[in-house]
T-cell receptor, first 110, second 111 residues
C-alpha cells in the first residue's frame, strides 16, 4: 500500500535546529512536498523535492533520498512563530492525488 | 496575492440537513480539490476536479458530491449530514502539477 510516516510531535528550543523526518511508500514517485500549518489556518507551501539532495530556502531546508524513501525538513534558528504542524506529502503515479502524512506538531519553547 | 476563499470558517448543522461548502479561487487554476482533515490522520481527498464540469472521486467520496459549473468555483455538498462528517474541510487549487494553494478551511460540526 501507499503510506507516509512522520513523528506526531516534536519539541525544540528557540534558536536551535530541528529535523523533522518523513518516510514514504508510494506506487511510483514524482516528488515530495512539505507544508506548514499553523493552528486553525490553511497549510502553506514550504518546499518541493523531486531530485535527491538538499534544497535550501533561508532558515528552512528540505532533503530527499529517493532510494531510501526518505525526506527531512530542517529548520534552523528556530523562532516562536515556527510552532506549527508540518505536513509531508508524496506524489506517486497519480497526477492528482497526493499521499499525506498526519503531520508533525512542532512545539518551540523559549 | 493569490487566494482560495472558503465561504464559512465555522458551520453548525443538524443531522440530515443538506450542507453546501463553497470555495472560490482567483488564480485561474485548472485543478481544484476538497479534503477533510481529522486529528491524527493525513489530509484525505474527497473529490477533485481537473476542469469545469469535470469531477473525480477521491479516497472518501461516500456521502459527498461536488459541483464545478465555473472554473473559479468548486462546491462540496453533503447530501444528508451525519455526525461522522464533523471535520475540518479544506479546499485547494493548483496549476497543473504545481504546488497546492489552500483555503483557510471550514470547521463543520454536525449535531
Amino acid at each position: 500500500g501507499q503510506n507516509i510516516d512522520q513523528p506526531t510531535e516534536m519539541t525544540a528550543t528557540e534558536g536551535a535546529i530541528v529535523q523533522i523526518n518523513c518516510t514514504y511508500q508510494t506506487s511510483g514517485f514524482n516528488g515530495l512536498f512539505w507544508y506548514q500549518q499553523h493552528a486553525g489556518e490553511a497549510p502553506t507551501f514550504l518546499s518541493y523535492n523531486v531530485l535527491d539532495g538538499l534544497e535550501e530556502k533561508g532558515r528552512f531546508s528540505s532533503f530527499l533520498s529517493r532510494s531510501k524513501g526518505y525526506s527531512y525538513l530542517l529548520l534552523k534558528e528556530l523562532q516562536m512563530k515556527d510552532s506549527a504542524s508540518y505536513l509531508c506529502a508524496a506524489r506517486g503515479d497519480s497526477n492528482y492525488q497526493l499521499i499525506w502524512g498526519a503531520g508533525t506538531k512542532l512545539i518551540i519553547k523559549p | 496575492d493569490v487566494k482560495v476563499t472558503q465561504s464559512s470558517r465555522y458551520l453548525v448543522k443538524r443531522t440530515g440537513e443538506k450542507v453546501f461548502l463553497e470555495c472560490v479561487q482567483d488564480m485561474d487554476h485548472e485543478n481544484m480539490f476538497w479534503y477533510r482533515q481529522d486529528p491524527g490522520l493525513g489530509l484525505r481527498l474527497i473529490y477533485f476536479s481537473y476542469d469545469v464540469k469535470m469531477k473525480e472521486k477521491g479516497d472518501i467520496p461516500e456521502g459527498y458530491s461536488v459541483s464545478r459549473e465555473k472554473k473559479e468555483r468548486f462546491s462540496l455538498i453533503l447530501e444528508s449530514a451525519s455526525t461522522n462528517q464533523t471535520s475540518m474541510y479544506l479546499c485547494a487549487s493548483r496549476e497543473n502539477r504545481g504546488s497546492y494553494t489552500f483555503g483557510s478551511g471550514t470547521r463543520l460540526t454536525v449535531v
